[in-house]
């Protein structure tokens, strides 16, 4: 039986903009997982979201600019839609540097092999506790129900969309950067609470030479403020990541 080509490019449309998506979006796009297991994963919901939706058409493009055109949109949603909730995501890789740094802690690095950048052992425990309080969540499920609700309000191959898109993922990943400064901010209080009642003892009894335990201070006060804080922050920007697909 011959596939008319207006549903041909219609599902090809659905399954770039599913491309896109596994791109960027947390969880789909982890690189522990091999790449075939990924395209197959892909092709497996475009089929899912396009029959779902309707099996949608489109119109075939008229020559090569149109096929370029509507390839790059398509694309381009799927992986602006990711890379916001991979922008929040994040945040609590960045919040987790920030409190390395601000208990001394940040001095030994390793290799994220998701990002494939320097990080280290407190930004990637609060990383890992964050992705794993996101799967908890549902993030994959709700990635594809967004998948689902796009292909139906903007269908393949009308552009309809895409800006609202790009100034979504512009805010949440300036969102992110605040969200990361927030998360951050109960260690690096008590780390400089520590500091303060360090330097008053300091000046009251300086025969003691109470300065040397400097870091040890930082150690203290900063793990114990991370102790406290890591779980709750960790579900914060879980479920600020989720929240991106449901708005």
């Known amino acids: 039986m011959d596939v008319p080509v207006a549903s041909a490019w219609g599902f090809g449309l659905v399954l ?15 690189r522990v997982v091999p790449m075939r297991i ?3 994963a892909a092709l497996a919901t475009s089929v899912a979201v396009w029959t779902g939706a309707g099996a949608p ?41 920030l409190m390395s740094l601000s208990a001394g802690l940040g001095f030994g690095s390793l290799l994220d092999p998701n990002s494939g950048a320097e990080s280290n052992a407190i930004a990637e425990l609060l990383s890992v506790t964050a992705q ?40 949440e990943s300036t969102g992110a950067a605040a969200l990361a400064v927030r ?3 109960p260690v690096l209080a ?5 500091h303060l009642i360090l330097g ?5 009894a300086s025969q003691l030479g109470l ?6 201070i930082s150690v203290l006060a900063g793990g114990g403020a991370f102790y406290l804080v890591a779980p709750g922050a960790a579900e914060i920007v879980a479920r600020a990541a989720v929240a991106v697909f449901l708005s």
């Open 16 to 30: 770039l903009r599913t491309l896109g998506l596994f791109l960027t979006a947390p969880i789909l796009s982890g």
């Open 38 to 40: 990924r395209l197959a």
């Open 57 to 97: 058409v489109a119109a075939a493009p008229a020559g090569m600019w149109p096929l370029l055109s509507g390839v790059a949109v398509e694309t381009a949603m799927g992986a602006l839609a990711g890379f916001g909730a991979r922008a929040v995501l994040e945040a609590a890789t960045s919040a987790g540097q």
């Open 132 to 171: 794993g309080a996101a799967l908890a969540a549902g993030l994959h499920r709700e990635a594809i129900a967004w998948l689902a609700r796009s292909t139906l309000a903007f269908p393949p191959g009308g552009g309809a969309g895409l800006r609202d898109l790009a100034v979504r993922a512009i805010w």
């Open 183 to 185: 998360i951050a901010f």
């Open 190 to 194: 008590a780390v400089m609470v520590g």
């Open 200 to 204: 008053v003892l300091s000046r009251q």
């Open 211 to 216: 300065g040397n335990i400097g870091f040890t």
